[in-house]
């Protein structure tokens, strides 16, 4: 029997094009395709062909595009992000005063896994409590913030807060005032007649008259006025409202007494009153009609009225008294006379006791007659 000697075939130097894109190496029998990183065998197990890991993954390149490349992918980052060192990932931009720091590479995932990290927090606002002056300090990574209070204004960095200027914002904040620029605030100097009511801002008007802070005279009007008040007397009364005197309305002929009746001064105004023979309230009176008021009122006589008053018309042998109020015997004929008291002594006796004594008439408006005989 013949042996035969079988004898290996070298498949890769027989076949220069084995295993494209990799490395052929002959085994016993047979051959093996090596192929580099990012490659893979084909089906046939004769060449190696790129792996499209973009095709083979969704995670790749988050926060970027996926690029596949012979044997491997880099990824084109998005705006705002930016490639790892191996360009197989994007990550984003650390503030200025962090830095990358690379904590391994995910070999199953091919991630190179980058933190931004920043240097070591420190908390300004406790170390320094007045670094906000004016305002609360918020520690932040890297930083701090300040927010400012009520009056206050934070710089553009936001790292100190500035006092607002009210005077210079608003020249009319301390109107009837002037204006004090205070840190956080400001304070209104107000002119004489002027406060700063609670509540509000600027410079508010004293109501002096309200407050009884005047010197009027107690009959005057208390008048407010903007930054003061004024002082005016009262009807009836005269003077600068600081003193006030009685108005004389008689003696000024201001008075609207009827023509019949008295003027009566008195303190801020004046009485009317109607004269004898006239009745009214003073600003109007009218005459009394004392005739028919008392019809026995001219015995011997016929009464008439007047304006006034009235008169007494005697009856024939009667006179009328010296006002006319009453008539009275007329003149005797000598040796008789009349006396021209018109009060009524006590009867005299007459020198000759034959004649008739005095006689007097009791009426109390008549005169007196003396009835004596001449001697
Ligand atoms: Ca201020
Ligand atoms: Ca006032
Ligand atoms: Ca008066
Ligand atoms: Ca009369």
């Given at each position: 029997m013949m042996m035969k000697n079988c004898m290996d075939i070298n498949e890769c130097e027989r076949d220069p094009l084995l295993c494209r894109g990799g490395i052929c190496m002959n085994t016993d029998g047979s051959f093996e395709c090596i192929c580099p990183p990012g490659h893979e065998l084909t089906a046939e197990g004769n060449t190696c062909i790129d792996i499209n890991e973009c095709s083979l993954s969704d995670n790749l390149c988050r926060n970027g595009r996926c690029v596949n490349v012979i044997g491997t992918y880099q990824c084109s980052c998005d705006s705002g992000f930016q490639a790892t060192p191996d360009r197989q990932g994007c990550v984003g931009e650390c503030s200025s005063k962090g830095s990358f720091q690379s904590l391994g590479?995910?070999?199953?995932?091919r991630w190179m896994i980058l933190l931004c990290t920043a240097t070591p927090n420190i908390d300004e606002c406790e170390d320094n409590p007045e670094i906000c002056d004016g305002g609360q300090c918020t520690n932040i990574p890297g930083e701090y913030r300040c927010l400012c209070f009520d009056g206050f204004m934070a710089s553009l960095d936001m790292k100190t807060c500035i006092d607002v200027n009210e005077c210079d914002l608003n020249p009319n904040i301390c109107l009837h005032g002037e204006c004090e620029n205070t840190k956080g605030s400001f304070i209104c100097h107000c002119q004489l007649g002027y406060f700063v009511k609670k509540g509000t801002t600027g410079c508010t008007d004293i109501d002096e008259c309200e407050i009884g802070a005047h010197n009027c005279d107690m009959h005057a009007s208390c008048i407010n006025v903007p930054g003061s008040f004024k002082c005016k007397c009262r009807s009836g009364w005269l003077g600068d409202g600081l003193k006030c005197n009685d108005l004389d309305e008689c003696a000024t002929e201001e008075h609207k007494c009827n023509l019949n009746a008295n003027c009566v001064n008195t303190p801020g105004s004046y009485r009317c009153a109607c004269r004898d023979g006239f009745n009214g309230d003073g600003f109007s009176c009218s005459d009394v009609d004392e005739c028919a008021d008392n019809v026995n009122l001219c015995e011997n006589g016929q009464c008439l009225n007047a304006p006034g008053g009235y008169r007494c018309e005697c009856e024939m042998g009667f006179n009328p008294t010296e006002d006319s109020k009453a008539s009275m015997?007329?003149?005797?004929?000598?040796?008789f006379q009349i006396p021209s008291s018109p009060t009524c002594p006590q009867p005299a006796p007459c020198a000759k006791p034959t004649q008739p004594s005095c006689q007097a008439y009791?009426?109390?408006t008549c005169a007196l007659l003396h009835l004596c005989p001449l001697l």
């Open positions: 590479v995910s070999s199953s995932q015997v007329g003149t005797i004929p000598s040796p009791p009426h109390t």
